[in-house]
């Protein structure tokens, strides 16, 4: 089945500094990802939506330039939290559609998410 | 625009029993539908799909769930409940080529 990978799995920062998460489809093309956020026993909020070698397409209350998204190839999606602060801890789960088999069932492939503390 | 609706964050069964958790989503559009799993500190695995194949829909674990175009619902069912089934439960709508819109989740709980 298709891989998404995603780096680093657990992350620890100080207030103030800058994160990056990557997200990676292993076996297949990705030219859409999608960034989700999940706060404690909530759901999965999504955040962005992630095309290769274009500009992401926020969703309306998330910061973008707070949220820095970049899709430079068909494999790999990065999502920067700049100055982070305690308020951005939480689990960012990244998902990628295999455009070759995806496009007619919907589904998505998941990372394994990225759990960020911001001391 | 698309949502999904679960009812009961919360459902507590005992092992051997049945398990329910229900869906009602609303779309414009013939929805696909998704139930995903989700262990605590753990990302999302897939139980089981409808894309406006078969109505009913088997998937891994036991689980199935059957698509009611009527009552707008896609609910997951397993008829025994394992000790292992303790998770967070997901359901999901998309389009093609949209992301997925997710439910709150629904926990459920099984006991011994």
């Known amino acids: 089945g298709a891989v998404v990978s995603q780096h680093p799995s657990r992350v620890i920062c100080k207030s103030g500094t800058s994160v990056k998460i990557e997200c990676r489809s292993l076996d297949f093309q990705a030219t859409t990802m999608f960034w989700y956020r999940q706060f404690p026993k909530q759901s999965l909020m999504l955040m962005a939506t992630s095309n290769e070698g274009s500009k992401a397409t926020y969703e309306q209350g998330v910061e973008k330039d707070k949220f820095l998204i970049n899709h430079a190839s068909l494999t790999l999606s990065t999502l920067t939290v700049t100055s982070a602060h305690p308020e951005d801890s939480s689990f960012y789960i990244c998902?990628?559609?295999?455009?070759?088999?995806?496009?007619?069932?919907?589904?998505?492939?998941f990372g394994e998410g990225s759990r960020l503390t911001v001391l | 625009a698309q949502s999904v609706t679960q009812l009961g964050s919360h459902v507590s069964v005992s092992e051997g029993a049945l398990v329910l958790l229900r869906c009602n989503y609303s779309s414009s559009v013939p929805p696909y539908l998704f139930w995903y799993v989700q262990y605590p500190n753990q990302g999302l695995q897939l139980l089981l799909k409808?894309?406006?194949?078969?109505?009913l829909v088997k998937g891994i674990n036991g689980f199935e769930a059957e698509f009611k175009k009527s009552e707008t619902s896609f609910h997951l069912t397993k008829p025994s409940a394992h000790m292992s089934d303790a998770a967070e439960y997901f359901c999901a709508v998309s389009q093609a080529g949209t992301a997925l819109i997710f439910g709150k989740g629904t926990t459920l709980s099984v006991s011994s």
């Open positions: 998902s990628a559609r295999d455009f070759k088999r995806g496009t007619n069932t919907g589904e998505l492939f």
């Open positions: 409808y894309t406006s194949a078969a109505t």
